[in-house]
């Protein structure tokens, strides 16, 4: 089993910058992804960033250029740096960490970006 925890959510003007962070913790393979993931009222979630273990990103065309996901491998933790943000961008935010055909998702966190 895996324990994703969550933080740094919150409230934001447009234009402003916001970090969420996962901690993973539990079971956790060397060869892994971490993900954040998000979903906004009414849509399907979505991947935002993608991480793996091998050291490659990927990114959703509509945060490209924006936002950065980034890991600590010592502490078995993934990041997202929002910059930039846009009222578009508000949503519930998912950490994702995938190994050994397994899927975990973190609680959450909200994003709200204000106009």
């Known amino acids: 089993q895996v324990q994703l925890v969550e933080s740094g959510g919150g409230l934001v003007q447009a234009g402003g910058s916001l970090r969420l962070s996962c901690a993973a913790s539990g079971s956790i393979f060397r060869i892994n992804v971490m993900s954040w993931y998000r979903q906004a009222p009414g849509k399907q979630r979505e991947l935002v960033a993608r991480?793996?273990?091998?050291?490659?990103?990927n990114y959703a065309d509509s945060v490209k250029g924006r936002f950065t996901i980034s890991r600590d491998t010592a502490k078995n933790a993934v990041y997202l740096q929002m910059n930039s943000l846009k009222p578009e961008d508000t949503a519930v935010y998912y950490c994702?960490?995938?190994?050994?055909?397994?899927?975990?998702w973190g609680q959450g966190t909200q994003v709200t970006v204000s106009s």
């Open positions: 994702y960490y995938g190994a050994a055909l397994r899927d975990y």
């Open positions: 991480s793996t273990s091998g050291g490659s990103t």
